[in-house]
C-alpha cells in the first residue's frame, strides 16, 4: 500500500507560479514510476508529467517549457513547479504512483484555478 496526498493547490492570476507537493507514505521503495494528472471541469483526466526512477521525465506538450517535474527521496515527496500558468491549466492535479508490479495508487487531489 502507498498513501499519498497533495498539497499547494489554490488560486493565482494567470502568469503566476504555484508549486504542487505529493507526500509518499507507505511501500514506497516499490514505487516505479509517479505522474502527475490534471482533470478540468466536465473532462477526462490527462497525464501532465512523469518522472521514472532513473529521473528521465516527460511532460504534456502543453505544458512543456512551463511545468517540471521533481522528487525530494529524502522528504518522501514529488513536485509539480507551475510557472507562467495559464487559464487552461485550471484543474483538480491528481498524484499517481505505479508499482514495480503495475499496480497504482492515486492521491485525493488539489484545486488549481488560474484566473485570466
Known amino acids: 500500500q502507498v498513501q499519498l496526498v497533495e498539497s499547494g493547490g489554490g488560486w493565482v492570476q494567470a502568469g503566476g507560479s504555484l508549486r504542487l507537493s505529493c507526500a509518499m507514505s507507505?511501500?514506497?521503495?516499490?514505487?516505479?514510476?509517479m505522474d502527475w494528472y490534471r482533470q478540468a471541469p466536465g473532462k477526462q483526466r490527462d497525464l501532465v508529467a512523469t518522472?521514472?526512477?532513473?529521473?528521465?521525465?516527460n511532460y504534456a506538450d502543453s505544458v512543456k517549457g512551463r511545468f517540471t517535474i521533481s522528487r525530494d527521496n529524502a522528504k518522501n515527496t514529488l513536485y509539480l513547479q507551475m510557472n507562467s500558468l495559464k487559464a487552461e491549466d485550471t484543474g483538480v492535479y491528481y498524484c499517481?504512483?505505479?508499482?514495480?508490479?503495475?499496480?497504482?495508487?492515486w492521491g485525493q487531489g488539489t484545486q488549481v484555478t488560474v484566473s485570466s
Open positions: 499517481k504512483a505505479m508499482m514495480a508490479w503495475g499496480s497504482d495508487y
Open positions: 507507505g511501500r514506497i521503495r516499490n514505487i516505479a514510476v
Open positions: 518522472i521514472y526512477n532513473d529521473d528521465n521525465t
